[in-house]
């Protein structure tokens, strides 16, 4: 495959509402051997797009963070930025804010040199900024974003998932061990308590059998009918 064949296989989505300017971003694309598609308004590559446009109540269906149906496989959008109703800014924040077509790279239009802006667009997602007239070498800066997104696309499928958490085996042998020795420690302490109370009824008989012989051996008075007499 030449390489003029690998890049007409990139589609690119422009929009502009002049229709001057239209014609003339569709011809330095296809000079540049690009599919193209042109729309004068944001709403309409939102609808292309598969994507509501949120002032249109017309239609009931979801909003932009779950698109439809993609009418057309689009590698790449360059749009003006000065556009009636919906501006090339607020066409980027709608693509940058579907979770489908966020990698979809964009590049804003302007004749105006605004820095303020220019940045604002840069920042919050757009791959260039094309000042107005657009000529044939700003077509050829779109190719290494082309390429960049279809380098990612197969590292994004081919990403294993995660599998699910399971309990180390290390881990929950420990946890096993650490209870067996917690239940032994407590038949320790226990059979300690046991012990010390066993051993002060032994100490206490100890005494009682000390005592005893003292009091057998100690004389004893008795009367009988003779008088006096000594026990021993």
Do not use: W
Not at 29 to 54: H, P
Not at 214 to 231: I, N, Y
């Amino acid at each position: 495959m030449t390489v003029v064949d690998a890049e007409s296989r990139f589609h690119v989505l422009a929009v502009d509402d002049s229709l001057i300017d239209r014609k003339l971003i569709e011809m330095l694309l296809k000079n540049s051997s690009y599919q193209v598609t042109t729309v004068d308004s944001g709403s309409k590559a939102l609808e292309l797009l598969g994507l509501r446009d949120e002032g249109d109540d017309s239609s009931s269906s979801p909003s932009s963070s779950s698109p439809d149906h993609q009418e057309i496989d689009v590698n790449l959008i360059i749009t003006d930025y000065c556009m009636p109703g919906m501006t090339g800014y607020d066409l980027l924040k709608r693509v940058k804010g579907s979770s489908s077509l966020k990698d979809i790279p964009v590049v804003i239009m302007s004749s105006e040199n605004v820095p303020a802006r220019i940045n604002r667009c840069l920042e919050d997602g757009a791959e260039e900024f094309f000042l107005k007239p657009v000529k044939l070498a700003d077509m050829k800066k779109l190719k290494s974003h082309l390429l960049k997104r279809k380098q990612q696309l197969p590292m994004a499928a081919a990403a294993p998932d995660k599998p699910p958490h399971k309990p180390d085996e290390a881990t929950a042998s420990a946890a096993a061990i650490a209870e067996a020795a917690t239940a032994q420690t407590d038949g320790i302490i226990s059979d300690c308590s046991c012990s010390g109370s066993s051993k002060r009824k032994a100490a206490a008989m100890e005494k009682e059998v000390i005592s005893s012989p003292d009091q057998r051996t100690k004389p004893r008075l008795s009367s009988t009918s003779s008088g006096l007499a000594v026990e021993t």
